[in-house]
């Protein structure tokens, strides 16, 4: 186990609603990474959050959104929620960055 | 586009046998390497990495190759056993330096089927 919890498990939500999803950090790792799983995809790298601060993004659109606590644990937000955000979240945490660990995710479905 | 990809989506091999997945990547700047396994319902799995400055690294059963010069990266596993079955990625990682950050991006997937 890589000591990388995320919840929900799961997640149903509508169109248009709003989903938060929340992430517990490795202990000592002070980087936490989103990041978005298409069915039968790669992930793809949602944002980058170090010492609290957004400090790497990938293409996605300002809906996204997240934070990060000072005792490392972090959250994903996602406004206005469309039928193709459906996918499994994984949150990755790790020292700077550079080697991640991965939690087993949050699979959202967006009716 | 995505900068990693990978050669075969589906790899089925007989137990015992050794399995080859192969991986290409077009970001010549890219420094470390990160071969990770994904198990159904569950995240992807640390296996293996190697810096840029290496051609060759080896762990428990399994072995990774780079080749800088064709941007090709390999991942032998020895013996494969039933319990290798899995999605298996290959991710390349650079810094950049405006956001003062890694970047971790994961090419498709190769599907490891083990074959009792």
């Known amino acids: 186990e890589t000591g990388v919890t995320q919840s929900p498990t799961h997640l149903i939500k509508t169109r248009g609603q709003q989903v938060t999803l929340r992430c517990s950090s490795q202990?000592?790792?002070?980087?936490v990474s989103w990041y978005q799983q298409a069915l039968g995809q790669g992930p793809q790298f949602i944002f980058q959050y170090y010492r609290e601060e957004e400090n790497g993004r990938g293409n996605f659109p300002p809906r996204f959104s997240g934070l990060q606590f000072p005792n490392y644990s972090s959250e994903l937000n996602v406004n206005a929620l469309e039928l193709d955000d459906s996918a499994l979240y994984l949150c990755?945490?790790?020292?700077?960055?550079?080697?991640?660990?991965f939690g087993s995710g949050t699979q959202l479905s967006v009716l | 586009g995505e900068s990693v990809g990978l050669h075969l989506p589906t790899l089925s091999v007989q137990e015992g046998d050794n399995s080859i997945i192969n991986c290409a990547y077009s970001n010549s700047a890219s420094d470390y390497f990160i071969w990770y396994k994904q198990e159904s319902g569950k995240g992807p799995q640390f296996i293996i990495d190697?810096?840029?400055?290496?051609d060759k690294r080896q762990g428990q059963r399994v072995t990774v190759l780079l080749n800088k010069t064709v941007k090709h990266l390999s991942l032998q596993i020895a013996a494969t056993q039933p319990g290798d079955s899995a999605v298996y990625f290959c991710a390349e990682t650079y810094y950049y330096s405006g956001a003062g950050s890694y970047q971790l991006t994961f090419g498709k997937g190769t599907k490891l089927s083990v074959i009792p």
């Open positions: 990755a945490s790790g020292d700077r960055g550079e080697k991640l660990f």
């Open positions: 202990s000592g790792h002070n980087t």
């Open positions: 190697i810096r840029s400055n290496m």
